[in-house]
């Protein structure tokens, strides 16, 4: 039986959406399989997220409640989840391709010996995965050999899953850690705090590039028309780099990556690593003043104009359809 575990990542007892597409990819690999999908989740206010995700059809939830798994530790919670899929006999574990699933699922791949694949964006029915490699540019069909898989998915190539008629049992498990084995520490949480949406989330994104040649020109040019169109805001690897924003706001091949159903790409050249966080997005606008940008070359429509003058007026055409 090929039982499938979805840690399931949520924050305070809430799930964002990336959570719903790893259980979306664990039914349907479980499918496959010829197993269950298990949903595992841990820390703070895990019990109320666990009786909202069981309406989403894992066969069962399962709580981690130990006091070391209240708050995220990357060791800890490995350390966790080889002793349940040990315990359980599961021949893969899931997640998706967050910040958090980047950080938890190689340590597990590497304390159980285990083979793992990256941002998978499909499985094949005979249980091989496909991921995108070279930016984008090649997609490779994996064979994982293994007793135990380890796998991330792509947070823009599932579906969520949806509601099902009836709510999945829910189990409390104590995992046994090993103190000693555990080198980190929890000190504090700082979290940015934003009325707008996640980049994950949302379906509307705009994002600036180095074209804004400052900080404060995202703040008085680019953050007026984030706001209009009730959007999250992103920024190209440059503008994080010259730091006119955080690198929590980076879309690309190191940053998020994302596919709304609109981006719109402000003085963004549209290098190589940007254009694989963001082109399976459903209607992709570019500005740049630069007619031989790359950006042109995925974007269904693009102004070739200077954006300190063309984003002002699409504020302005903005507040008019709106009002």
Request: proline fraction near 5%; charge should be negative.
């Amino acid at each position: 039986m090929g039982d499938v575990l979805v840690y399931a990542e949520h924050r305070g007892g809430h799930f964002p959406k990336t959570t719903l597409i790893a259980v979306s990819a664990g039914l349907e690999l479980a499918r496959k399989r010829g197993g269950q999908c298990i949903a595992v989740l841990s820390g703070d206010g895990a019990a109320a997220a666990a009786a909202e995700i069981a309406k989403y059809g894992p066969s069962k939830v399962l709580v981690l409640e130990e006091p070391r798994l209240k708050h995220y530790l990357a060791d800890a919670a490995a350390q966790a989840l080889a002793g349940l899929v040990k315990k359980l006999g599961a021949e893969t574990v899931l997640a998706t391709a967050t910040a958090l699933g980047k950080d938890l699922m190689p340590r597990l791949a590497a304390r159980m010996g285990a083979p793992m694949a990256s941002e998978i964006i499909a499985i094949n029915d005979d249980g091989t995965v496909v991921r995108p490699m070279y930016a984008g540019n090649a997609l490779a069909t994996i064979e994982l050999d293994g007793p135990v898989r380890v796998v991330t998915v792509r947070g823009t190539a599932f579906d969520a899953a949806k509601p099902s008629a009836s709510a999945a049992p829910i189990e409390t498990v104590t995992p046994e850690l090993d103190a000693a084995a555990l080198k980190m520490e929890f000190v504090n949480f700082n979290e940015i705090k934003s009325d707008r949406q996640q980049l994950n989330e949302a379906k509307i994104v705009v994002s600036g590039g180095r074209g804004l040649k400052s900080g404060e020109n995202f703040k008085t040019v680019l953050e007026p028309l984030v706001d209009e169109l009730g959007a999250a805001m992103g920024a190209s690897r440059a503008a994080v780099d010259a730091g006119f924003v955080p690198n929590d706001l980076q879309v690309g091949q190191t940053g998020k990556v994302v596919a709304p159903e609109l981006y719109v790409a402000v003085g963004i050249s549209g290098a190589i690593q940007h254009l694989a966080g963001m082109k399976d997005s459903k209607t992709i606008v570019a500005i740049n003043k630069d007619e031989e940008a790359p950006i042109f070359g995925v974007a269904d429509y693009g102004l070739v104009a200077d954006l300190f003058k063309a984003v002002p007026e699409m504020v302005e055409a903005v507040k008019k359809l709106k009002h």
